[in-house]
Nanobody, 117 residues
Framework: EVQLVESGGGLVQAGGSLRLSCAASGFTFDDYAIGWFRQAPGKEREGVSCVSSSEGPTYFLDSVKGRFTISSDNAKNTVYLQMNNLKPEDTAVYYC??????????WGQGTEVTVSS
C-alpha cells in the first residue's frame, strides 16, 4: 500500500522559510516521479515541483522558481521541498504526490502552509 506522510508545514511570516518532508513507502521510490502539489483556498490544486531519477527536478510554477528547491533522499525514500522567501500567495495545503502526472498517481494527506504578511 502506498503511503505518503508529509510534515513540516506551519505558520511563517512573509520572507521566512519552511522545509516540507514526505516519507514514502509501499512502492519502489526510484521508479516514479515524486513531488509536490498545492491547493490554495478556493483554487484548484496545482503542480509545484516533481523530481525523478531520469529527469531530475522540474518546477511547474514560475512564481516559485528561485525560491523553492526540491530534493530527494533515495536511501530514506523521502522527498523534500525547501521553500525560501515565502509569500502570502504561497499559502496553501501542500500535497506530496507519487507518479506526478501518471496513471498511478497517489496523494498524501497534505500539510498546511500559512504565510502571514
Amino acid at each position: 500500500e502506498v503511503q505518503l506522510v508529509e510534515s513540516g508545514g506551519g505558520l511563517v511570516q512573509a520572507g521566512g522559510s519552511l522545509r516540507l518532508s514526505c516519507a514514502a513507502s509501499g512502492f519502489t521510490f526510484d521508479d516514479y516521479a515524486i513531488g509536490w502539489f498545492r491547493q490554495a483556498p478556493g483554487k484548484e490544486r496545482e503542480g509545484v515541483s516533481c523530481v525523478s531519477s531520469s529527469e531530475g527536478p522540474t518546477y511547474f510554477l514560475d512564481s516559485v522558481k528561485g525560491r523553492f528547491t526540491i530534493s530527494s533522499d533515495n536511501a530514506k525514500n523521502t522527498v523534500y521541498l525547501q521553500m525560501n522567501n515565502l509569500k502570502p500567495e504561497d499559502t496553501a495545503v501542500y500535497y506530496c504526490v507519487v507518479d506526478c502526472f501518471g496513471p498511478e498517481r497517489r496523494w498524501g494527506q497534505g500539510t498546511e502552509v500559512t504565510v502571514s504578511s
